[in-house]
């Protein structure tokens, strides 16, 4: 049973310019969280997701975030017009459950760079 | 408005000793606390947690202590071994409709020496 996938693992990005971040979930959780880690932090909830619902977004900042898990497919992140300030690690969770905690399983992360 | 901190960026211990590291948070609503393990490059795992109705909850090498009148916890790992060495993360949830919501403290590097 894979674990949770994120990629790319690693993403480059210029000022201005857009990062899709992936996540595949656990076989069977439908359950879908989005962490950042920015440098010498701990992980900041962003979004927490269902299958084409999204439950609670509290974390997201308002502008260039976005987020969704549809029907088909993986989760996605996506920043548009990128700032250096979003330069950091940003970690998926899945859970086969609503409400779930220790039966979080976390993916490898997204380290994006912007330059 | 840092609601679960871990004051200790690093902790050193020699490898058969005991290793305590510590969180403390300031939201009373918190009432299920986690502790994940963490190694360059991967994603958090979990380690242990404890529910607010309990103040001690052990697996293995592994304890963790709950005082919720301090809102404190702590992680004590006996004996410590050279593959614990990680950055160890706590962190909270307020259970009820947060969605499992994770607030994490700032993590705490442990490094066990043989």
């Known amino acids: 049973n894979a674990g949770v996938m994120q990629n790319p693992r690693h993403l480059v990005r210029r000022r201005g310019q857009e990062a899709r971040l992936r996540c595949s979930p656990m076989?069977?959780?439908?359950?879908v969280y989005w962490y950042r880690q920015l440098p010498e932090e701990g992980l900041k909830f962003m979004v927490y997701?269902?299958?084409?619902?999204?439950?609670?977004e509290s974390g997201m900042p308002k502008e260039r975030f976005s987020a969704e898990f549809p029907k088909e497919g993986p989760s996605i992140l996506r920043i548009q017009q990128v700032v250096r300030g979003d330069s950091a690690a940003y970690f998926c969770?899945?859970?086969?459950?609503?409400?779930?905690?220790?039966?979080?399983?976390f993916g490898p992360g997204t380290r994006l760079t912007v330059l | 408005d840092q609601q679960v901190k871990q004051n200790s960026p690093s902790l050193s211990v020699q490898e058969g000793r005991i290793s305590i590291l510590n969180c403390d948070y300031t939201?009373?609503?918190?009432?299920?606390f986690l502790w994940y393990k963490k190694y360059p490059a991967e994603g958090p795992t979990f380690l242990i947690s404890?529910?607010?109705?309990?103040d001690k909850n052990e697996d293995g090498r592994f304890t963790v202590f709950l005082n919720k009148s301090a809102k404190h916890l702590s992680l004590h790992i006996v004996p410590s071994q050279p593959g614990d060495s990680a950055v160890y993360f706590c962190?909270?949830?307020?259970?009820?409709?947060?969605?499992?919501?994770?607030?994490f403290g700032q993590g705490t590097i442990l490094t066990v020496h043989p």
């Open positions: 969770a899945s859970s086969p459950y609503i409400g779930s905690t220790d039966t979080q399983y």
């Open positions: 076989k069977g959780h439908s359950h």
């Open positions: 997701l269902q299958k084409e619902n999204i439950i609670d």
């Open positions: 939201n009373s609503m918190f009432d299920y």
């Open positions: 404890i529910s607010s109705i309990k």
């Open positions: 962190a909270a949830s307020e259970g009820g409709t947060s969605y499992g919501k994770l607030t």
